[in-house]
């Protein structure tokens, strides 16, 4: 790094976080400002409609064979 070998490997952690730093590191440039613009917002209670737990009785309406948790991913396999 810098024409000299480095051997300790906190000064090389250190001398790449530094690299990546510089290049990941955002760029300030004046952005568009959304004053007084509205946005659409969901509900409280379409909200917490979104987000509770399915019920057997819906799934089973719609023709779910079964529903795995594969971490945080849910795969549903339609009966057909």
Do not use: H
């Not at 051997?7 to 530094?18: G, Q, T």
């Not at 737990?53 to 549903?76: A, M, P, S, Y």
């Amino acid at each position: 790094m810098n024409e000299e070998w480095v051997k300790k490997p906190c000064r090389v952690k250190a001398k790449v976080k530094k690299y990546f730093e510089g290049r990941f590191q955002e760029q300030i440039y004046g952005r568009p400002k959304l004053n007084g613009v509205e946005f659409s917002s969901l509900s409280n209670e379409d909200n917490a409609m979104l987000i509770q737990d399915f019920e057997v009785e819906e799934i089973k309406r719609f023709g779910i064979v079964k529903v795995l948790n594969l971490r945080t991913r849910w795969l549903f396999i339609p009966l057909q």
